[in-house]
């Protein structure tokens, strides 16, 4: 169990070092690479293909992940992904990005 909080918490740290490489993408227009490092960033945060993660609803999402802070890490990387379809014009990706963010939340309850 303590490998595993530590694991999350490196998990976490991680996210605001991609966060901050996110913004200096979509700042210089970089918006491809922004979303490759975003598929990245999904699959070292789960550690399974993005596209596994994408096909369960956000319940199935919160029983398998089970920790609120990877939940809510996953969130704000939806959110990043969302800044980045606004950038290239896909504002319904975007949308639906956001959309998925919020039922990650409410999904995983109170925090």
Not at 17 to 31: D, I, K
Not at 40 to 50: D, H, K, T
Not at 95 to 109: L, W, Y
Request: cysteine-free.
């Amino acid at each position: 169990m303590l490998f595993e909080n530590d694991f999350i918490k490196r998990l976490v740290r991680q996210f605001a070092e991609v966060a901050a490489r996110l913004a200096g993408l979509r700042r210089e227009g970089r918006n491809e690479e922004a979303l490759e490092e975003i598929d990245a960033a999904y699959r070292q945060l789960f550690r399974m293909e993005p596209s596994f993660i994408e096909s369960l609803d956000a319940g199935s999402v919160a029983r398998l992940v089970r920790d609120g802070e990877l939940l809510e890490t996953y969130a704000k990387l939806l959110e990043e992904e969302a800044l980045v379809h606004d950038a290239t014009g896909d504002t319904a990706r975007a949308r639906s990005r956001r959309a998925r963010a919020d039922a990650v939340r409410a999904a995983a309850g109170p925090a």
